[in-house]
T-cell receptor, first 115, second 108 residues
């Protein structure tokens, strides 16, 4: 089925460990986004990529890095995980930043716990 | 920065109407979205309204937009237990801002 695929679905890390969250979409979308969801705080934008080859910071980029590997894939890296990064991470995509009548397509999320 | 505010909880009886309200600060949004999130899942686009409209109806869903007051609402008619979920208001821009979400409980 067409959509946004995130891996892994669950992860437990120790403080200071690193990991990369993977996201891939097969809808030929140009723009991709990483959000984190915390209870009572909605979704907060971490990084986004308006098109292949570009990335920009969102609202809460500290402690994260991203790579737009190609048009399909947009990864999120935690270099040194901290308990404050315990959250649910969502990847989303849209055909083009200006093509917003369709809204975003979201992945099913990665539940990350940092202990 | 831009902000979106929603009530965190709403409880209704099955068959009643649900009204979820949202206020926002970004007046430049061309599209204003409502997303639904079921437990353990990502967000799914429920409906949207274009900023030059006051109302949009889509089967059991009615979206009302008051641009002057920057107020958006979602009405669900004949609410069913399957409507239990978190509903997010999201005034769309280049970087869409999401509200905290309203958790709708539907009592049988």
């Amino acid at each position: 089925n067409a959509g946004v695929t995130q891996t892994p679905k669950f992860q437990v890390l120790k403080t200071g460990q690193s990991m990369t969250l993977q996201c891939a979409q097969d809808m030929n979308h140009n723009s991709m986004y990483w959000y984190r969801q915390d209870p009572g705080m909605g979704l907060r934008l971490i990084y986004y990529s308006a098109s292949e080859g570009t990335t920009d910071k969102g609202e809460v980029p500290n402690g994260y890095n991203v790579s737009r590997l190609n048009k399909r894939e947009f990864s999120l890296r935690l270099e040194s995980a901290a308990p404050s990064q315990t959250s649910v991470y969502f990847c989303a995509s849209i055909r083009a930043a200006e093509d917003r009548n369709y809204g975003y397509t979201f992945g099913s999320g990665t539940r990350l716990t940092v202990v | 920065g831009e902000d979106v505010e929603q009530s965190l909880f709403l409880s209704v009886r099955e068959g009643d109407s649900s009204v979820i309200n949202c206020t926002y600060t970004d007046s430049s949004s061309t599209y204003l979205y409502w997303y639904k999130q079921e437990p353990g899942a990502g967000l799914q686009l429920l409906t949207y309204i274009f900023s030059n409209m006051d109302m949009k109806q889509d089967q059991r869903l009615t979206v009302l937009l008051n641009k002057k007051d920057k107020h958006l609402s979602l009405r669900i008619a004949d609410t069913q237990t399957g409507d239990s979920a978190i509903y997010f208001c999201a005034p769309g821009g280049f970087k869409t801002i999401f509200g905290a979400g309203t958790r709708l409980f539907v009592k049988a």
